[in-house]
């Protein structure tokens, strides 16, 4: 047999292969009672295409409605894209029988945080981070604390070219941790920064537990981080002096056996990791969004001046002056809509599930796909324009069609922290500064939001 002849053979026979097992596994999974789909390769499944995001989604919804059945990322699941239906299982997830289903990695190196606790835990976790970070805690003191230290880290800008991703994460990262730990040696950040850039990128990455892999290195960075805290409470504790921070709050908590110290430390990883790239990537986003759209620019200095007339130049921000800040608040939801951080929710069913006449079955995954919702047309005008002036409608930011920050028992109990974290960065942005993009910016919207070679802008005084 002629070599070309082989090469054809061989060809042909992996071919059949390939179809056989498409074939086997379409079939595997074809049981009565599941959403149409496909479900891929066995093992692979869709992974690839379902990890390109927007297209795959949308081509899906064209095909089989807004809810369908994939194989992606390891697992069987169906995808919901309907907003009253992934608004009815986030509020009843617990009566209905579904579970967190969030990767390992982030699991076994963040820990069991906000977003997997369960139940009991889950509530008292909960309760625990509204007291530090609710709306309470904002009228009473938050707010002024969160406008001093604006106003540190937005210092001395003029005449730089600064990369604005960088700058947004350190202003994510200290923020946070500042808030927690107040007046401690600048070597404590420091090291607490490092590792936890080493924790954040092994939770996003395969699990291979080589040295060497960011896995592996985000695991010993969170022994590390446990080390590093429990040495902070010990000294705590021993100590006399007390301190105005988070931190003091939970100790405090712990002498009433309400709070273990892990959970504390979880509780202290989780304020951080949930705010890391929402907050360093949604500031960064504002610039660029406030930099292509002038009139929404003029608008938001507009208000920010009109509330800087009735203040003394030193006079602090307070919680009146931030609920005055409505058009704020309106570039803040829309460039979550338009930059959605989070693409999705992942759930496990614990039963079988009935849903919208389908029946899921157990173990299955279901992902609440929440990336379109904001760029539905039906649901917003022109929903790829810029328009923050569409969230000063009434009831607009209230609608169930609304889950930039979740809803029901999951909603963020960081919603208000990172909102006015936002409106004071944006307050002292935008009238002590304007800025210029420098030549050469890329953009990435999916499966993050983020500049791969940063977000570089020429600042000078307003």
Known sequence: ??????????????????????????????????????????????????????DFMKLRRSMYGNIFKTHALGSPMIVCMDP??????????????????????????????????????????????????????????????????????????????????????QMAFMGSLEQIVENEPNSFYESFEDLFVKMSLGSMSPLIKIPGTKYYQGLKARTKVNALLEELFAKRKASSVTHDDFLEQLIRNSDSNYNSTEEIIEQIITIIYAGYDSISSTAMMFVKYLHDNPRALQAIREEHFA?????????????????????????????LRLASIVNGLARRTTSDLELNGFIIPKGWKIYLYKREIGLDPF????????????????????????????????????KELSISRF????????????????????????PRVIAPKGLHIRVSDY
């Open 1 to 54: 047999m002629a070599i070309p002849e082989i090469v054809y053979y061989v060809f042909g026979l992996v071919l059949c292969a390939f179809f056989a097992l498409w074939k086997w596994n379409d079939l595997k999974y074809r049981r009565k009672g599941l959403p149409p789909g496909t479900m891929g390769l066995p093992f692979i499944g869709e992974t690839s295409l379902f990890l390109k995001g927007p």
């Open 84 to 169: 009253e239906i992934n608004r009815y299982l986030l509020l009843n997830e617990a009566k209905i029988g579904l579970t967190l289903a969030y990767p390992d990695s982030i699991k076994n190196i963040i820990g069991v945080n906000m977003a997997q606790v369960n139940s009991t835990v889950h509530k008292r976790v909960r309760g625990t981070l509204l007291s530090l970070i609710g709306p309470a805690a904002h009228r009473d003191h938050l707010v002024p604390k969160l406008d001093r230290c604006m106003r540190s880290f937005l210092h001395n800008w003029a005449g730089k070219t600064i990369d604005i991703q960088q700058k947004a994460r």
């Open 307 to 335: 509330l800087q007339q009735n203040k003394r130049p030193e006079e602090l921000i307070n919680w009146n002056d931030y609920k005055k800040m409505s058009f704020t608040r309106a570039v803040i939801f829309e460039t």
């Open 379 to 414: 649901l917003y005008q022109e929903p790829l324009t810029f328009n923050p002036w569409r969230w000063l409608e009434k009831g607009v930011e209230s609608h169930n069609y609304n889950l930039l920050y979740g809803t029901g028992g999951r909603e963020c109990p960081g």
């Open 423 to 446: 409106c004071l960065f944006l307050h002292h942005f935008v009238t002590k500064y304007r800025w210029e993009e420098v030549q050469g910016n890329e953009l990435l919207l999916y």
